[in-house]
């Protein structure tokens, strides 16, 4: 009954691959959001959708490329992975005209 | 003009001890004001929020102390317990960034029992 579920919850990969993060929330919320949280743990938002509609793009490479493909669905792509996107992802929804967020728990990307 | 700064980067107190976290922003379109708790290996989880109408909130064990013209907030934790050892982020929002979260750098809170 998980409200932000994201899968995988660890994906090691060699430099260079593709990959993908998937994020689904099943609370009814119409905006959704990726954070990214380094390895000092600092927490920085990089997109959100609102009713699958790119709202947020902070200054994130182009090698990422989120996709909504329905307002509970918000999946990120990364391409040609790099050292530096090690980190863990984060998916989080909010309803808009409320402010909680709710966090799902997190993806551990390790980049080799 | 983005930013949140919060202090201490780590905490260490004895149980029943009050530990106190601060935060500082600087944008004042920021209206919502937030704390996370985040356990290892999990998403942060909402704690507690304050808008900055009001000068302190208060749920359960857990404060927020508001203080507009500083543009400061913290959280009070008081009778603190070993369950509560965790990393606490504050963050502030905005109606005009679509309420996206901006974090402070977290605090590492170790309650020693």
């Known amino acids: 009954d998980t409200a932000v579920s994201q899968t995988p919850k660890y994906l090691v990969t060699q430099m260079g691959n593709d990959k993908s993060i998937k994020c689904e929330q099943n609370?009814?919320?119409?905006?959704m959001y990726w954070y990214k949280q380094d390895s000092k743990k600092f927490l920085k938002i990089m997109f959100s959708?609102?009713?699958?509609?790119?709202?947020i793009n902070e200054t994130v490479p182009n090698r990422f490329s989120p996709k909504s493909p329905d307002k509970a669905h918000l999946n990120l792509h990364i391409n040609s992975l790099e050292l530096g996107d090690s980190a863990v992802y984060f998916c989080?929804?909010?309803?808009?005209?409320?402010?909680?967020?709710?966090f799902g728990q997190g993806t551990r990307l390790t980049v080799v | 003009q983005q930013q949140v700064k919060q202090s201490p980067q780590s905490l260490i107190v004895q149980k029943g001890g009050i530990p106190i976290i601060n935060c500082a922003y600087e944008?004042?379109?920021?209206?919502?004001f937030p704390w996370y708790q985040q356990f290892p290996g999990k998403g942060p989880a909402l704690l507690i929020a304050?808008?900055?109408?009001?000068s302190e909130k208060k749920e359960g064990r857990f404060t927020i102390s508001f203080n507009k013209s500083a543009k400061q907030f913290s959280l009070h934790i008081m009778d603190s317990q070993p369950g509560d050892s965790a990393t606490y982020f504050c963050?502030?929002?905005?109606?005009?960034?679509?309420?996206?979260?901006?974090f402070g750098s977290g605090t590492r809170l170790l309650v020693r029992p």
């Open positions: 959708y609102n009713n699958k509609e790119l709202i």
């Open positions: 963050a502030a929002a905005g109606m005009d960034s679509s309420y996206k979260l901006i």
């Open positions: 304050i808008r900055p109408d009001v």
């Open positions: 944008n004042t379109a920021f209206d919502y």
């Open positions: 989080a929804s909010r309803q808009q005209g409320n402010t909680e967020a709710f």
């Open positions: 609370l009814g919320h119409d905006t």
